[in-house]
């Protein structure tokens, strides 16, 4: 089984090499992984090393060069219009407490058609058309890929601001001269640190390090 292992963007898709086409619905164009029947009957699996949103005009490259042209399918949508803007912001953060996929636009919102859906709009005094569409639903602002990253900078930092902090009370709890033992304890327990404040400290004739 022919395995379609990268994602290629719509401007670096070149026809020549497009050997059949892939109708996808917006949940579809999500994963990165499935079974996947293209309209010239191609069969061929999914396996994308990471999620990406497939947009209408990629293409997925199969293992032996070949592309897959990407179509996004149409879908049952209700075509969402409000009086004023300030209306249509409401209903949006509406939608967006209830994890419901929404497409943005200038002047309209387009949604799942749905009774729950139907029902929320009318709730807030917005007008509703079905309609039959590709649906391009805004992605959700957060990416958990990162979390573990910044959580990790704060870490370090916040270790950091403590180290430095202790180095810095070092300095003024020994300010004074070192016996030999205490000496040999300060180079091995605290050398890291008392080299840390050197490199940002300027210290001037009889500077005791002290602040």
């Not at 996808?24 to 309209?39: K, V």
């Not at 990406?52 to 399918?73: Q, S």
């Not at 929404?102 to 509703?128: H, K, S, W």
Request: charged content about 25%.
């Amino acid at each position: 089984m022919q395995r379609a292992t990268t994602l290629v963007r719509k401007p670096a898709v070149r026809p020549d090499a497009v050997v059949d086409t892939v109708v996808l619905d917006h949940a579809a164009r999500g994963r990165a992984s499935g079974h996947l029947h293209a309209q010239g009957g191609l069969a061929f699996d999914l396996a994308l090393a990471r999620s990406a949103t497939i947009e209408d005009g990629d293409a997925l490259r199969l293992e032996d060069g070949r592309l897959v042209a990407v179509r996004a399918a149409p879908e049952a949508l209700l075509e969402v219009r409000a009086e004023n803007p300030a209306r249509l912001m409401r209903l949006a953060w509406q939608l967006g407490g209830n994890h419901v996929a929404t497409e943005v636009a200038a002047d309209r919102l387009y949604v799942p058609d749905t009774p729950a859906n139907a029902e929320l709009i009318r709730g807030q005094g917005c007008a509703a058309a079905a309609v039959s569409r590709a649906f391009r639903p805004e992605r959700e602002a957060h990416d958990h890929s990162t979390c573990g990253h910044d959580h990790g900078h704060q870490h370090a930092h916040a270790h950091h601001e403590h180290d430095h902090a202790h180095s810095h009370d070092h300095g003024h709890d020994h300010g004074h001269g070192h016996d030999h033992d205490h000496g040999h304890e300060h180079g091995h327990e605290h050398g890291h640190e008392h080299g840390h404040e050197h490199g940002h400290h300027v210290h001037g004739p009889g500077c005791r390090h002290g602040h």
